[in-house]
């Protein structure tokens, strides 16, 4: 046979049984210690020449019949796609955050993950506080001009942007929901224009030079519209073709992608995973998680999304799903140490962080609890 390495890979092809010579090529990954099968050689041979250049392996020469006879000059290449950063085994238990919350808006700017209002075991809160992967270490930012639970936020051209969410007033957590767009802007939060409606429990993400909003419902009714802020106005596209509020949205900086969420009640939860292309304003049906949900966390890393968490009426999920964008395959990841809904789920460098949520259904028993989920 022949033998090569290639992006953490040994690579086996070719070989010589006594009747029979071979076309299987297989590899082996160093850092999962695992085999598997690529494309087998369009021309079996042994005694092949077998050598890697960038990412492409090269099979040359050898002979396509046993022993010594029939040597040939035929030359194959098999480009090999760069290999994909795999899980840890466990997820590893981080600092507590300072205080525990759920159902709060998160983002990643400049390294840190921020959490910005929420629940916390008393009502409402506007504290905004980031997470340092860096260093495991907690610090405070200005707070919300008032106390928000269940907003949106996104890094948008350098600043946080907090979006929508409820209003409490009094015990009533969800007296009032919001249109209001917040800018962190030297120290200081200062209003945007307001989206083109109010709307708390949906998603956003930003691609480019823009925001995207969508899902997510307004006095028990769900909104259906995909909003748009370019910096300066609001315009309405395509609408979610499933709408639903309590999803997770993440993007991979070219699509927006919808995951889960529910029909306005715990017992209604949906797998349904929807793609939002903004070359063409369309949405596309993806295959659907293996574990219907609402209330979970989502986000990218290396070519997959990865949904965690949940709730159901009657428990809060610990399982961690990743969808591989190339294959379209959906596969289980290590789940989360503790179960937990309404939580922050984030990407920093090769490492996801689970923070916060409720360890309960509803809005019960809210945790600070913080866990990572290494991939090398």
Known sequence: LGATFIDGRIVAAGGEEPTRVLAQVEAFDVTTGTWSELPALRTPRHGLALGAVGNTIYAIDGATEPTHAESTAVNEALQIPPRQIQPGPAWRRLRDAPIPRQQSASTVADGTVWVLGGLDNNGSTGKVEGYDPAIDTWKAGPDLPAPLNHPMAVEYNGELVVLGGW?????????????????????????????PQPRA???????????????????????????????TTWTTVADLPTPRE?????????????????????????????????????????????TPRGGLGATFIDGRIVAAGGEEPTRVLAQVEAFD???GMWTELTPMGT?????????????IYAIDGAQRPTHAQSTALAEALDFW
Do not use: C
């Open 246 to 290: 309590h999803l997770a949205a993440t993007t991979d900086g070219t699509y927006a992608y919808a995951l889960g969420g529910r029909n306005l009640s715990a017992d209604k939860n949906t797998a349904t995973v929807e793609r939002y292309d903004p070359t063409t304003d369309t949405w596309t049906r993806l295959p659907d998680m293996p």
């Open 325 to 327: 964008v190339a294959t």
């Open 201 to 231: 429990a949906g998603a956003a993400v930003t691609i480019g030079n823009k925001i995207y909003v969508f899902g997510g419902q307004a006095d028990n009714q769900l909104a259906a519209t995909t909003d748009v802020f370019d910096g």
């Open 339 to 351: 179960a937990r809904h309404g939580l922050v789920v984030a990407t920093v460098g090769n490492t």
């Open 167 to 195: 209003e409490p007033e009094g015990p009533n957590l969800t007296a009032h929901p919001s249109d209001r767009v917040l800018a962190l802007r030297d120290g200081q939060w200062v209003e945007l224009p307001p989206m």
